[in-house]
């Protein structure tokens, strides 16, 4: 009975613990801050906002190649920071498209601490600021990879965009949270679900979802059934080979995200290469 009792206490210490250090596991932000020379080379300037409890968050912006050209917002996944996606993105800025990248609290040298409320009020300033850059809903395209999949869903539910672009989405944290520990009642432990299921069918912009089907830390199952739930138009593109974060290893993948793009937020003209 005693070997029962410290058994189960144990196993309450664990549930308690990863409780306690969730937003850590989820969040794991380091403190690195991105490489200037990077966001030289690109042409890329920072931008800041500030948000409503004080802090001055850091972004990274390249303007479009002029005023009809569309702009990506991009949300980036919980490990590393902005100027970590540079290079996966240089295709789509050499076709002349915008790249603005979230500067997540807590990350990449921004102070603050992340959080489910806190990372969407972050978004929501960010999608102002662009506004007032003269950028019209109708050249905004919602960029989400892994963790910023939730928050561009998100957003893209309550403003008007171009087109919503997820790259290896999830269902909900909660629920990819309960597969990888499964010993755990990690469902109900998860304070920032990011329920992106609940919201996808109220997307009404065009739908870019990809996914790699040897993808292992988001299954390729969560996307396909976020993109099931989602609203036509939509497009799944999945990548045989591809894990979760290697999509744009393969040549084509970029070269059909420009595409959608082209389609659905510069129907008009064709830009760059």
């Known amino acids: 009975m005693n070997i029962i009792v410290a058994a189960f206490g144990g196993y309450l210490a664990i549930v ?28 890329i300037r920072t931008v800041t906002t500030r948000t409503a409890d004080g802090l001055d968050l850091t972004h990274w912006y390249r303007p479009p190649v002029d005023d009809e050209a569309p702009v990506l917002v991009v949300f980036h996944g919980n490990a590393g920071h902005v100027g970590d996606r540079v290079p996966k993105l240089g295709e789509l800025m050499q076709a ?11 990350y990449g040298g921004n102070p603050g601490q992340p959080s489910e409320e806190a990372l969407s009020a972050d978004a929501r300033l960010l999608l102002d600021w662009l506004a007032r850059q003269g950028i019209a809903p109708e050249r905004t395209v919602l960029y989400g990879e892994s963790l910023g999949t939730g928050i561009a869903v998100k957003m893209a539910t309550e403003r008007v ?35 992106s299921l609940s919201r996808i069918a109220r997307i009404e912009a065009p739908l870019l979802l990809m996914h790699g089907l040897r993808d292992r830390t988001i299954p390729a199952r969560y996307g396909r059934r976020l993109f099931e739930a989602a609203v036509e138009p939509k497009q799944l593109l999945l990548v045989d ?20 793009v082209r389609t659905h937020a510069a129907p008009s003209r064709q830009l760059g290469p």
């Open 16 to 43: 308690g613990a990863v409780f306690v250090m969730q937003r850590s596991l989820l969040y794991p932000a380091g403190r690195i801050v991105p490489d200037a020379a990077v966001a030289a080379t690109a042409g």
């Open 96 to 106: 002349g498209f915008g790249v603005l990248l979230a500067g997540y609290r807590g």
């Open 161 to 195: 965009a171009a087109a919503v672009i997820l790259e290896a989405p999830y269902t909900s944290v909660a629920e990819v949270a309960q597969a990888h520990y499964w010993y755990l009642p990690a469902r109900w432990l998860v304070l920032d679900k990011w329920n």
């Open 241 to 260: 080979d591809g894990q979760h974060t290697d999509l744009y290893d393969f040549p084509d993948v970029a070269r059909q995200v420009i595409d959608f």
